[in-house]
């Protein structure tokens, strides 16, 4: 029989039966494309459906819609998601009825969207409440909660967006068509699951989520959760019992107005933990304390001194382990575990005893084996008292552990690939060394990938070059696979890489056609995602070209060659070279034309030794950039085709490459860097400036983060150079929280003989370079002892460092007329006679 038909069936008579209490809550119950290509109904055991109770369909604009979605696992779980497909117009002159029923959803429903974009564009939101539900009744449940709390909202958010647009049809599906949905369906189930469609689905296995809290040591925290079992987490006094939340809106609604972004999915996460889950307390982000199971449900305790807010554990292991690489995300206390396969592995290598624990509890036969540690349901489940004495067990030896199925081709040797990827989609360059990538075998839309045959060959140890197949088209990283084609906690099938290195350059396709080994190998005949097997003497020729570094086109450059361009001494020159090596943050100011722009770019090539602008990056801000800017924000879709993607800024991307690269060192250069709100640009990041704050093990996660991904760290190798005007008028001081993590260094204008040098290079005569520049520097100390304007306001030596294109005297007339006047006219706005005394003054024999 059909699992997954009588999964549906359940949900449509409970859909049904809600349409009876409350008559306009009407739907459209489809299936979509199943998740097997063997879609007989008599023996389907997964598969997707959607029910829908909002669509739009506008003359002039895509249709919109608003539906939930149920996904039925072979394995007996189920998922529940609420999803919004906004139908954006592409005429952008128009008023989008769609655009604004996005933003009042928003506006309405406090929930933590997903946002993808379907492939006709538009915007797609998506709220998950839910991914792992064991049992049918549990779903329903699920079901009525979400509806009960969404459905007011959405129609609240509908009417404020008709208030813009008043002649758009209400959308909700009208009873008629219900009617002949109805009559239809039940023919279908009828044919399909026979007459006896009053069954009741059974409870399938426990799916078991993984859990990390945080230990605060210095509370002796671990000492409690150890002697007494159980685990908590700190909640708010003004909360009481969680249970009496029925959603994740209520309790966002009762928490305190100040904290509430910081503890919501804390406490949200919190809830959803049920026995037979695995819990890890860790104190930092790569030690663990212990691991436990969950063995009771949440409990209450009102009266109790302390710790009020309780799950009983069982601590299988309470040994301390460092684990390798970074597992835990150290700023927040309680979080979903999405590095669970890197804290098992390392965790049954380090204690073998605790192997037999995690099989039985993957197994769902935990409480099986263990039956003195089932607690029973909520009603029963007993308080935790302070003086209750820990749990001994004796733990017996296992079952036999199955045997993993075949592997398509089990070998002992290493194979080598290449696997090209669409960066648009799993950006490779937000990972880190070490990290491990879960690279899916299906399409989002459900279909195996046209590569499906060769993924499937992939075996741990075998190795894999990495390359953008768009937009591209470059090699970028070596990964290693740690685990073949299995499935993962979502249920979605994927393979395991962990990544190795990133290659000090990224090698565009161009030049890998150059190898002779490949000569003959079409990696670049297509811009697909795809993968490709390698001989080994192919993969060790592309391993060769990335790390190839003789070839790059730069230069050497030293200190005798940035003493001939900066006309500066060599202990200026070492001073602000070792502020920069020490402190890593410096921020150059001076008046304007003393080549502070000039001078940070130099600065950089000289502590590199070379002249090389891939690992140099500028950018120059003002009062409109932004963190979505600078860090990562939501951006429109490069493909013109409506919606936005989250796109990194230009410091993230930046970062990203010197922490791929952490044997060079890397330079960002902001130009006029008081001309942005600093605060709001840096936003969380202006901790990691600090030199002793750098590396992962201070990362924080960023504002706006993708799914699964690392919280976000600047490595030591990165250096941060800022340009200040000191003349600018318009601009505040520098906050303190920033000006502490800089060091400030100042340049004044040089006018003396090496500038005369220099002039004579550029065919400026010495004697007629030593006159106009006396007469300067008699203007810079007339600026010097004005009240209104001193040090920061002095003349460069810049402005005289462009070649004469005609007589000397031509040169000096231009400066002076296009250049110094208008400057000094600036200056002395307020007295336009004196500018032009003191300008007339420059050009006098």
């Given amino acids: 029989m059909s699992y997954y038909y009588e999964s549906e069936y359940a949900v449509y008579r409970h859909l049904l039966n809600r349409t009876q209490v409350s008559p306009n809550d009407v739907f459209h119950l489809s299936r979509t494309k199943l998740l097997k290509d063997d879609s007989s109904p008599t023996h389907l055991t997964e598969g997707q459906m959607e029910f829908t109770f909002w669509d739009f369909n506008y003359q002039d604009s895509p249709r919109t819609r608003i539906f939930y979605r149920v996904k039925v696992r072979s394995d007996g779980s189920y998922s529940l998601s609420l999803n919004c497909i906004f139908g954006l117009i592409a005429d952008s002159t128009k008023a989008n009825p769609a655009t604004g029923l996005a933003t009042q959803i928003n506006k309405q429903l406090l929930y933590p969207w997903h946002r993808a974009h379907p492939e006709s564009g538009g915007i797609y939101l998506s709220y998950q409440p839910a991914e792992h539900i064991d049992n049918a009744v549990d779903l329903l449940h699920a079901i009525t909660q979400l509806l009960d709390e969404s459905i007011p909202l959405i129609d609240a958010a509908i009417a404020q967006m008709r208030q813009s647009f008043p002649s758009k049809p209400a959308p909700r599906l009208p009873q008629a068509p219900f009617a002949r949905y109805q009559v239809n369906s039940e023919a279908l189930y009828d044919r399909i699951l026979g007459t006896a469609t009053k069954r009741s689905l059974p409870r399938k296995r426990l799916i078991t989520n993984r859990w990390s809290v945080k230990v605060d040591l210095a509370r002796q925290d671990w000492n409690t959760f150890r002697d007494q079992q159980y685990i908590t987490i700190p909640v708010p006094d003004s909360l009481g019992d969680l249970r009496t939340y029925s959603s994740r809106t209520a309790l966002?609604?009762?928490?305190?107005?100040?904290?509430?972004?910081?503890?919501?999915?804390?406490?949200?996460?919190?809830?959803?933990?049920?026995?037979?889950?695995?819990?890890?307390?860790?104190?930092?982000?790569?030690?663990?304390?212990?691991?436990?199971?969950?063995?009771?449900?949440?409990?209450?305790?009102?009266?109790?001194?302390?710790?009020?807010?309780?799950?009983?554990?069982?601590?299988?292991?309470?040994?301390?382990?460092?684990?390798?690489?970074?597992?835990?995300?150290?700023?927040?206390?309680?979080?979903?575990?999405t590095r669970w396969d890197e804290i098992e592995q390392s965790s049954k290598a380090q204690v073998p005893q605790l192997t037999p624990i995690l099989h039985a509890v993957a197994a769902n036969t935990f409480f099986q084996q263990f039956p003195q540690l089932a607690q029973g349901t909520p009603a029963s489940a007993p308080a935790l008292p302070a003086s209750s004495p820990p749990v001994t067990v004796i733990v017996p030896a296992p079952a036999p552990t199955p045997e993993p199925q075949e592997a398509p081709r089990p070998r002992t040797d290493i194979w080598y690939w290449w696997l090209a990827m669409y960066a648009t989609q799993r950006r490779l360059a937000d990972f880190s060394v070490g990290q491990l990538y879960h690279l899916p075998t299906h399409t989002p839309a459900g279909r195996k990938r046209r590569d499906y045959e060769l993924l499937r060959q992939l075996q741990p140890g075998d190795q894999v070059l990495a390359c953008e197949a768009l937009p591209s088209q470059r090699l970028k990283a070596e990964l290693q696979v740690t685990q073949q084609l299995h499935e993962d906690d979502g249920g979605m099938e994927v393979i395991t890489l962990r990544v190795v290195r990133f290659f000090p350059r990224e090698v565009l396709f161009a030049e890998l056609q150059e190898v002779p080994e490949l000569a003959e190998h079409h990696l670049w005949q297509s811009g697909h995602e795809m993968l490709l097997s390698l001989t080994r003497s192919q993969y060790q020729a592309l391993q060769l070209a990335a790390l190839d570094t003789d070839n790059l086109d730069v230069k050497r450059y030293q200190m005798g060659k940035a003493l001939q361009e900066l006309l500066m001494s060599a202990p200026t020159l070492e001073q602000l070279l070792a502020a920069l090596k020490r402190k890593k943050n410096i921020i150059i100011q001076g008046p304007p034309g003393v080549g502070k722009t000039f001078v940070a770019r130099r600065l950089a090539w000289l502590q590199m030794g070379s002249q090389d602008n891939e690992r140099v990056q500028m950018v120059q801000f003002h009062q409109?950039?932004?963190?979505?800017?600078?860090?990562?924000?939501?951006?429109?879709?490069?493909?013109?085709?409506?919606?936005?993607?989250?796109?990194?800024?230009?410091?993230?991307?930046?970062?990203?490459?010197?922490?791929?690269?952490?044997?060079?060192?890397?330079?960002?250069?902001?130009?006029?860097?008081?001309?942005?709100?600093?605060?709001?640009?840096?936003?969380?990041?202006?901790?990691?400036?600090?030199?002793?704050?750098?590396?992962?093990?201070?990362?924080?996660?960023?504002?706006?983060?993708?799914?699964?991904?690392?919280?976000?760290?600047?490595?030591?190798?990165?250096?941060?150079?800022?340009?200040?005007?000191?003349?600018?008028?318009?601009?505040?001081?520098?906050?303190?929280?920033?000006?502490?993590?800089?060091?400030?260094?100042?340049?004044?204008?040089?006018?003396?003989?090496?500038?005369?040098?220099?002039?004579?290079?550029?065919?400026?005569?010495?004697?007629?370079?030593?006159?106009?520049?006396?007469?300067?520097?008699?203007?810079?100390?007339?600026?010097?002892?004005?009240?209104?304007?001193?040090?920061?306001?002095?003349?460069?030596?810049?402005?005289?460092?462009?070649?004469?294109?005609?007589?000397?005297?031509?040169?000096?007339?231009?400066?002076?007329?296009?250049?110094?006047?208008?400057?000094?006219?600036?200056?002395?706005?307020?007295?336009?006679?004196?500018?032009?005394?003191?300008?007339?003054?420059?050009?006098?024999?």
């Fill in 624 to 845: 409109s950039y932004s963190y979505e800017d600078f860090i990562r924000g939501w951006r429109p879709q490069a493909d013109g085709n409506g919606g936005f993607e989250l796109a990194n800024g230009v410091f993230v991307d930046f970062v990203r490459r010197a922490q791929h690269d952490p044997t060079r060192d890397y330079f960002f250069i902001i130009d006029e860097i008081n001309r942005g709100n600093l605060s709001k640009i840096f936003g969380e990041l202006l901790l990691l400036l600090e030199p002793d704050k750098r590396g992962p093990e201070y990362a924080v996660p960023l504002t706006y983060r993708r799914a699964g991904e690392d919280p976000f760290f600047l490595p030591s190798n990165l250096h941060v150079i800022g340009t200040m005007n000191t003349a600018d008028r318009s601009l505040a001081m520098v906050d303190y929280a920033l000006r502490r993590r800089f060091n400030f260094l100042e340049l004044k204008p040089v006018l003396d003989d090496k500038l005369v040098a220099h002039l004579e290079s550029l065919r400026i005569p010495a004697e007629f370079s030593q006159r106009v520049l006396q007469r300067v520097q008699r203007l810079n100390q007339t600026i010097l002892t004005d009240k209104n304007l001193g040090s920061g306001f002095l003349i460069g030596h810049s402005y005289f460092c462009t070649p004469a294109l005609g007589s000397p005297g031509d040169w000096w007339r231009d400066i002076v007329e296009h250049e110094l006047r208008p400057t000094l006219r600036e200056y002395w706005f307020e007295d336009e006679r004196r500018a032009e005394n003191e300008a007339d003054a420059l050009l006098q024999e």
């Fill in 252 to 337: 966002y609604q009762a928490l305190d107005e100040s904290n509430r972004d910081e503890v919501l999915n804390t406490l949200d996460a919190f809830r959803q933990v049920k026995p037979g889950d695995i819990v890890v307390a860790f104190t930092n982000a790569q030690v663990s304390l212990g691991i436990g199971i969950v063995t009771g449900r949440y409990t209450y305790t009102p009266n109790a001194a302390q710790h009020k807010h309780t799950y009983a554990v069982f601590w299988a292991l309470t040994e301390s382990l460092t684990l390798a690489p970074q597992p835990f995300t150290d700023t927040e206390s309680f979080v979903r575990t």
